[in-house]
């Protein structure tokens, strides 16, 4: 037993070290430069101990307007994208011509180069010297003024980028839920269709319990990756998303290293580890929630 033991450790080892140096390591590391005040990036040193690079983040304008830019897009885009997902999944399983076929051009959105989809809509929803955009165009078309929703009103650009991120993120969701639909047991659909139970009630007492595993899962990394959203922002607005009024909580970590504002590693951990924070917490919450909810 004690042989196959160290056997058991030794194969796990290269995967221990791994993690050991790269997730444990940088993990610690972040956390002793969180505490660090006045750390100096050229000289290796700092005057100070304590708590003032988290005050200094959290009474920081942009990193507010990074946390209010990120919290919006986790409400609206985790919640739409995996009900968008979830009917088409439906649709997509009650098909049988050509069902290939679209759950392919459903996917394709997944494998397609972020930067390449956000010049896509930048196409839609620019406005320059020799047109207002598609979907501007659009809007004229139907009696409206047209809206400039990559350099105008906040809400504007916020509606884009809630628009693009669901767009980015639900082909995977359906590519789940369509497997997910799919492996549950027909016979509890016969039963139902026997009893003259409604579609409706089909729906809420077997095929959502059924899947419920699948949701959670869903929900939870579409959290996690709400969270973690900067690519797309840079995407359709462009490395400056400070002017802009789109940062993200995660491009915010960016700048305080590498951007115009960067050489602040202390600033950059500090917001580093509360974004953690925030998202073990709403984590943890949904896990609890789970319990009492998800159908194993």
């Given amino acids: 037993m004690k042989n196959s033991n160290f056997k058991a450790w030794l194969f796990l080892l290269p995967a221990i070290a791994f993690l050991g140096v790269f997730m444990l390591y940088p993990l610690i590391d972040v956390l002793i430069y969180s505490f660090e005040e006045g750390y100096n990036s050229a000289s290796q040193s700092y005057w100070g101990i304590g708590f003032y690079n988290y005050s200094y983040v959290l009474r920081d304008p942009y990193f507010i307007q ?99 991120t669901i767009w980015i993120v639900m082909p995977f969701k359906v590519l789940i839920l369509t497997g997910s639909l799919a492996s549950v047991n027909k016979n509890y659909y016969n039963a139902a269709k026997i009893d003259g139970t409604s579609k409706f009630r089909t729906f809420t007492r077997i095929t959502v319990p059924m899947i419920s595993p699948m949701l959670f899962y869903l929900i939870i990394t579409g959290f996690i990756g709400a969270f973690k959203a900067y690519s797309d922002e840079v995407a359709l607005f462009g490395t400056n998303l400070n002017a802009a009024g789109m940062n993200t909580i995660v491009g915010y970590i960016y700048d305080m290293l590498y951007g115009n504002s960067g050489g602040y590693p202390s600033y950059a951990a500090a917001a580093a580890l509360i974004l953690f924070i925030i998202v073990l917490t709403i984590t943890s919450i949904n896990l609890a929630i789970s319990k009492k909810n998800i159908h194993y």
């Fill in 66 to 164: 990074a946390l209010k830019n990120t919290i919006i897009l986790v409400i609206i885009t985790v919640p739409l994208s995996t009900g968008l997902a979830l009917l088409i999944s439906l649709g997509l399983n009650s098909i049988k011509a050509l069902k290939n076929l679209f759950q392919t051009v459903y996917f394709l959105p997944y494998v397609t180069n972020t930067i390449a989809v956000g010049l896509v809509f930048m196409i839609l929803f620019k406005k320059t010297a020799y047109t207002d955009g598609m979907i501007n165009l659009l809007i004229n078309w139907f009696g409206g003024q047209s809206v400039d929703f990559i350099e105008g009103p906040y809400w504007a650009k916020m509606m884009v980028m809630c628009i693009y």
